[in-house]
């Protein structure tokens, strides 16, 4: 039996053992009784359901039709039923993983050749940095260190402004553009980690 509030929260407790109990049971029954077995959730008694709930009884529900059992769902209020719904039939969640095919030498080589054409900036980098350091390690007395200091400076501290200005503005349209999506889901609360992935990623690229 549910009953209360089923969100990412409360469930981050019993999720496991849940799933546990579940594969135990479905376990111990014999396989010519597999397809008579179900497994019934009452759910008068949610009060609050939200998309980590959703996904939970996705979940069990996947795992019961995985070994050819049955899974029932009663009681749920009727604001929740379209949002479990649109993930109907859940079986397109599950897509069966298809077989990749074998490439040939030559495919394997062309692929292989064009992704070093692809980072060939990168190794041109890599090669004029390495080629840099090493002739500033042996002339270390023509290295110009006032200059080195003035750039990392330019490039490190005084640049923080502009970079918390531009990560502050692509947080707020992040948050913004995510929140109207992610609020149908009831995952407003994954709007923060979000926003501060894409702004991170956003910086590293």
Do not use: C
């Amino acid at each position: 039996m549910l009953s209360g509030v089923i969100n990412v929260y409360t469930l981050g407790v019993v999720w496991t053992q849940i799933r546990d109990s579940q594969s135990a049971w479905l376990a111990s029954i014999p396989k010519a009784n597999v397809a008579q077995a179900t497994l019934t959730f009452d759910a008068t008694a949610v009060t609050s359901l939200d998309g980590a709930g959703i996904a939970f009884l996705i979940g069990v529900e996947e795992a019961q039709i995985k070994v050819g059992a049955k899974s029932e769902l009663q009681g749920l209020n009727s604001r929740y039923q379209p949002l479990l719904h649109e993930f109907d039939p859940i079986s397109n969640l599950f897509p069966v993983p298809a077989e990749k095919p074998k490439r040939s030498f030559f495919v394997s080589t062309g692929m292989a050749a064009q992704n070093l054409i692809n980072d060939w900036g990168v190794i041109t980098f890599a090669g004029h940095l390495s080629s840099d350091l090493l002739w500033s390690l042996r002339n270390i007395t023509k290295v110009r260190g006032g200059d080195f200091v003035n750039a990392a400076v330019e490039a490190g501290i005084a640049a923080l402004p502009i970079v918390g200005l531009v990560a502050f503005l692509i947080g707020v349209i992040l948050s913004f553009q995510a929140a109207i999506g992610m609020k149908q889901f009831g995952a407003v609360s994954f709007v923060g980690p979000l926003a501060a992935l894409g702004i991170v990623r956003e910086r590293a690229h």
